[in-house]
């Protein structure tokens, strides 16, 4: 059974830094990871993927200050978050596009979300 586990979301001030974590457990093949955010109101946004074949993208809201990496030996991906504003405020959610074993097909695997709360 796959699960994804994240954790590290929490309420900063404007300006303060903010790590989450996304441990993944069940996969053998992680191809795709990503964060993606939704706030209130809003269309969920992708913040941050890491593509194997691709690299790595962000979005134009969080480049330069937003940092996606990952850990392949503990399947875990990290999202550093710097310079935080109020309007990074939302829930964000790991997502893994990957296999449980050698060949079997590549399926889409979504986190509950953590929350980020970024006050002014």
């Known amino acids: 059974q796959v699960q994804l586990v994240e954790s590290g979301g929490g309420s900063v001030q404007a300006g303060e830094s903010l790590t989450l974590s996304c441990t993944a457990s069940g996969l053998s093949q992680m191809p795709i990871v990503a964060w993606y955010r939704q706030a209130p109101g809003k269309l969920r946004e992708r913040v941050a993927r890491?593509?194997?074949?691709?690299?790595?993208d962000y979005a134009d809201s969080v480049k330069g200050r937003f940092t996606i990496s990952r850990d392949a030996a503990k399947k875990t991906v990290y999202l550093q978050m710097n310079s935080l504003k109020p309007e990074d405020t939302a829930i964000y959610v790991c997502?893994?596009?990957?296999?449980?074993?050698?060949?079997?097909?590549?399926?889409?695997?979504w986190g509950e979300g953590t929350q980020v709360t970024v006050s002014s």
């Open positions: 890491i593509h194997s074949g691709l690299g790595i």
């Open positions: 997502s893994i596009s990957g296999r449980t074993r050698a060949f079997s097909p590549t399926r889409d695997y």
